[in-house]
């Protein structure tokens, strides 16, 4: 992936916030970028408050990030996310006339079936087709577990917060819209264990790193001892430069001798 190009996660909703129900999407999306070479560059978790969701989106939208975001388009009132994206883009929202034939399909499916009404003009069959209102020039997003769709615009997929539904549909988008970044200029990273050193005796060796090399960033990942195992540090480069990447592993090793450590190799 260009090195300028980043990837997001919005995931909406107060029950994730609260703790009623537990955040499922941040490790699979992770999963899913790392399957094709890519990987995410930041997340956050933002309640079912339109006024909250509109920041959100005005920043995501002007920082150009590719944004996958999980949550709040159904049929109830909590839902705000079509309403804060439209408000975000100061663009209205319009039924979108596929997803209103895909809404309207599976609704006479369910009214064969007993389970709704095949008359469109119902309350009830109102609300499942204001899940169509979507900005002004958003694409749809096919859902294959139900035929509710997502949209799609200005690089930010959204999709609904269960996971049987939003992650086939961030799997399609990433396949459709951005199969061209995938397996490109990949990041690696090479990563030392470290005992008996602490993490400011190697600090100076991390920031002359990073000065030197401005592809290639540090990072420290410190334990604390537990059942009566040592704390140690994983300590290691990540970056898209191979040859840098190798000469900044090469420096970082013997800085650590040179202060007193010593290590073993974890090359990731």
Excluded: C
Aim: cysteine-free; charged content about 25%.
């Amino acid at each position: 992936m260009p090195s300028q190009v980043k990837i997001g996660l919005i995931v909406v909703g107060d029950e994730i916030l609260s703790g009623r129900r537990k955040d499922a999407h941040l490790e699979k999306v992770i999963a899913l970028l790392n399957e094709r070479g890519l990987s995410l560059s930041w997340a956050h978790f933002v309640p079912d408050d339109l006024d909250s969701l509109v920041k959100e989106y005005q920043q995501s939208f002007a920082s150009g990030d590719i944004v996958f975001s999980s949550g709040g388009i159904g049929s109830t009132p909590d839902d705000k996310t079509r309403d804060a994206a439209g408000l975000a883009l100061g663009l209205p929202l319009h039924l979108h006339p596929e997803a209103a034939a895909l809404i309207t399909e599976r609704t006479q499916r369910m009214a064969t079936e007993g389970s709704a009404s095949a008359d469109m003009g119902t309350p009830e069959n109102q609300r499942r087709l204001a899940m169509g209102l979507f900005p002004e020039g958003s694409e749809i997003v096919p859902n294959p577990f139900n035929q509710i769709p997502g949209f799609f615009i200005k690089n930010h997929t959204f999709v609904p917060g269960f996971p049987e539904m939003a992650w086939p549909m961030i799997e399609w988008t990433l396949d459709t819209r951005y199969k061209h970044l995938h397996h490109i200029e990949e990041e690696q990273s090479y990563s030392v264990i470290i005992h008996t050193l602490p993490e400011s005796r190697i600090t100076p060796a991390l920031e002359f790193i990073e000065n030197k090399w401005p592809g290639i960033r540090t990072f420290s990942l410190p334990t604390v001892s537990r059942e009566g195992k040592p704390a140690f540090i994983d300590l290691g480069v990540k970056g898209k430069n191979t040859a840098d990447l190798k000469e900044a592993y090469d420096y970082l090793r013997g800085a650590i001798l040179r202060v007193g450590g010593h290590f073993m190799d974890k090359p990731e």
